[in-house]
Every structure is written in C-alpha cells, then in structure tokens.
C-alpha cells in the first residue's frame, strides 16, 4: 500500500491516509478529511474572534483598569436606581426626579470643556486616583444619612452637586486615560468599545440588585455597597505602572486653546453633525431614565424590582451593542450604523411608553439599551478616529459635554413636562425626537463621507479614493 500525507493548514497536525484499493474508499477518506480540516478552521476563527474582541485586555495597565472598573460601576448604577427610588419615595414628585438629575449632570456641562484641558496638562493617573476617592467619600456620607434616618431631599440635590463636580472632571480625564494605558494604538477603538461593555455589563446587573436591595434592606445598602465598591478601582490604580510623560505647562492659554477647539469642532461638518445628534439624543432621549419609578410603580404595578429588571433590560441590550461593536474590525461604515441605531432607540423609547405588559416593556427597553450604547460608542469612535491629534482632548471634552452635559437639562425638561402631559407621553416625544434626528443626520450622511474621506486617506484606513 502508498501512503498519502495529507495536511491541513488550518489546523496543528497532519494526519496519514493509506490509500486503498477501491477508489471509493480514498474518495470518502478525502470527504472526511476536508470535514475534519473545515471543523478544525472553524474552531480557530472562533478562536481569534474571541481574541479580536477583548484584544485590549493584553495591556496590563487597560486589564487593571477594566477589573476594577467593572466592580466599581457595578455600586455607580446601585447607587444611581436608589437614589432616584429615594427622591420619589420621599417626594412623590417627577419634578424633583428632574432636578435631582439635573443637579449631578450640569457640571458635566458647564465645566468639561475646562477639565478637557487640563487633562493635557496634569498628571491623568493622579487626577483620577483623587476623583475615584471624592466619588468614595460621597457615598458614604450618602449612605450615613440615609441608614441613620437624616436624610433630606436638599442633603440629596447637594450631594449630587457634588458628585457631578467630581465627575466633570474625572470623565474627561478618563477618556483620554485610555490613550496612556494602550500601547498599540490599533487597539484603541476595541479599548473604547470594552469600556462601553463594563459600563454597561454593570449597568445589566447592578439595578437588578439594586431593586433587591431596596426591596429587602434599604436604599442606603446601595450608597454603602457603592461606597466600598471603589476600593476595588483605587486599588487597581494604584496597581498601574504608568511611564510619567512630560506636559507643558501652557495655563495662560487655557482659554484660546478652548477657543480654538469649539472653533475646529463645530467649523468641520462631519464632527459638528456627530456632536450634533449625540447632543439632541441626550436631551431628549436619555432623561427617560429619571422617570422610570414612575413606570415601575404606577404604570407597570411592579415596585422596585420591577425597576431593577427594567433597568436590567436596558443594560443587557447595551452591552450587546458592546460586544458588536468590539467585534467590528473597522470604522467604516459607522455613519450608517449612528443612523439605524438612533431610530432603533426612539422606536424603542416609543414602544416603551406605549407598552403597559411587563414582558413587552423589557423587550423595548432591551431595544433601547442596544440603540443608545451603538450610536453613543460609534460617536466616539468615529470622533477619536477623524479628529486631529493635537485637539483630541478638547474634542472628546465636547463629547463628554454632548453626551452627559445635555442629559441635566433633559431630566429638568423631562420632569416637568411629566408633570403635565404624563410620564408615557414624554418619553413618547423624546422617542419622535430622536426618529427625526437621526432622519437629519441621514440626509447628510453622503456630503459628511466625502469630507471625511480624505482624512480616512491619510490614516490608511481606505486605500484609494473611491468612485
């Protein structure tokens, strides 16, 4: 008998095949053969798939921050379903709703801009060490009020206040955080998206204990649980081995090197437009979590559980998202995706207030949570990947500004106009809102491609102008 040496090239051996007599029997052996190599290529491109999508995870310093970020974020969304359960408890108000939540994100607003800039020229690992801390330290004050039965509504709004002077500064800052903690820059976009999944990934399972929690023990197990769920992060940053990088110190330019950025941002049309849309769907689509107490008691007749799993929909959508786009291998072709996902998250805020079955409001919410984290996390690729390297910083403080700083004025306008039109209605029209935005933004798509592409040129991202 001959013997045949077959190879397979997709896999790790090679395997001897006689062959026979009987044509028939060589021929099923080459059948079984290509069956085999097939199967064995396809368990590696699952392989490398999964590699692709968690590739940033081979940073230590990026692994280090995403372990400590997923435990802390966890406590954030705890914290953040009980504080608005605790301001409608004691209030029975959807205004107070709006000015609880206008009050933690209109720093975020007034001051990103500022905190953009100096996160270019202050040490970032520090800065963030030092607002994780503050962000500690406001829990657990919240928490003593709350388990000692002092607390007020004002005491509340306060330490809102005071969290979102935190965060108007640590966000920006944690943003371009990420650009220090990868070292190959190809992997920056599959860090952005991770990112979105940890928040998100939190954002599915902390409401769902929260409603537990506040069910069983209390709205201040959550501030408590929050309040020590930060060790885990400050740990993990102190963990870090970050290579100091030397900053100019440029302060009596703060303000013409803000100029300058809005001047870049809103004078080239493709960031303008993304900026744009990012910012009406905050102010009118994003607020819909403020009024989701009232949806969870009155409409729906679930209580604080119900909250919990609605919530929990919401993240388990999104975090779908994340994990779609951290499997994507390029950003062309996001433009597209902004458009579809904006109408997939008003069609999903519309269904939602329409809905009054449990099940069919966790499906919408489910739509929702994958339209809003898609078009927010492709915003910010799209923005990281057209922008100038010189003006990043104060581009994504723009973001940060259109994404978290319109949301106080949402909630503000959402809690008054459910004052008065109702709870349903208004997230209703934030939903239309949304439709016709991203109906705009469509319009435009063509015009906004051609401007960019050339920069997608250069980048190498596309090889040659096309037709």
Not at 154 to 175: E, M
Not at 238 to 245: G, Q, R, S, W
């Amino acid at each position: 008998m001959a013997g045949t040496k077959y190879f397979c090239p997709a896999g790790r051996m090679d395997i001897l095949f006689y062959r026979v007599d009987s044509n028939n029997q060589e021929s099923r052996l080459d059948r079984l053969l290509d069956v085999d190599c097939q199967m064995n290529r396809s368990r590696l491109e699952d392989r490398d798939g999964m590699r692709l999508i968690f590739r940033a995870l081979s940073h230590r310093n990026y692994r280090l921050f995403f372990g400590g970020q997923g435990i802390s974020l966890i406590g954030t969304w705890m914290q953040q379903i009980a504080i608005n359960w605790l301001v409608y408890r004691l209030t029975d108000s959807a205004l107070l709703l709006g000015v609880v939540g206008f009050a933690s994100r209109i720093p975020t607003f007034l001051f990103a801009s500022l905190a953009g800039v100096l996160a270019d020229r202050w040490n970032r690992h520090r800065v963030i060490v030092i607002t994780q801390t503050l962000s500690m330290f406001q829990a657990m004050i919240l928490a003593t009020l709350v388990l000692t039965g002092t607390i007020a509504v004002w005491h509340i709004i306060f330490l809102s206040l005071f969290l979102g002077l935190i965060n108007a500064l640590d966000i920006p800052t944690r943003q371009s955080f990420v650009v220090d903690m990868i070292e190959r820059k190809e992997d920056l976009g599959n860090a952005i998206a991770l990112n979105s999944s940890i928040v998100n990934g939190a954002r599915l399972i902390g409401p769902s204990v929260a409603g537990m929690l506040i069910a069983t023990l209390g709205e201040g197990m959550c501030f408590l649980l929050n309040g020590l769920s930060f060790i885990a992060v400050i740990l993990a940053l102190l963990a870090m081995k970050i290579t100091p990088k030397k900053r100019e110190a440029k302060s009596a330019e703060v303000f013409r090197g803000l100029k300058e950025g809005f001047s870049y941002a809103f004078g080239f049309a493709p960031i303008r437009a993304v900026l744009l849309l990012l910012a009406l769907v905050s102010l009118m689509g994003m607020p819909f979590t403020v009024l989701m107490p009232i949806f969870a008691e009155k409409i729906l007749q679930g209580g604080p559980k119900a909250l919990g799993f609605l919530l929990g929909a919401t993240g388990v959508g999104a975090i779908t998202g994340s994990i779609y786009l951290a499997s994507r291998k390029s950003v062309l072709g996001l433009g597209r995706i902004i458009v579809i996902t904006s109408c997939l998250f008003g069609i999903g805020l519309i269904g939602f207030s329409l809905s009054r079955l449990f099940w069919l409001s966790l499906f919408t919410m489910f739509l929702t949570g994958f339209g809003m984290m898609v078009q927010m996390a492709s915003s910010n690729t799209v923005l990281q990947t057209i922008v100038e390297e010189d003006k990043r910083g104060r581009i994504m403080s723009f973001y940060t500004m259109a994404f978290m700083g319109m949301v106080p004025f949402g909630s503000l306008l959402a809690g008054s106009l459910a004052d008065n039109i109702g709870a349903p209605n208004t997230v209703m029209l934030g939903g239309i809102t949304c439709i016709l935005g991203s109906v705009i933004f469509a319009k435009k798509l063509p015009k906004l491609r051609e401007m960019a592409r050339p920069i997608y040129i250069e980048k190498g991202i596309i090889t040659e102008e096309l037709p």
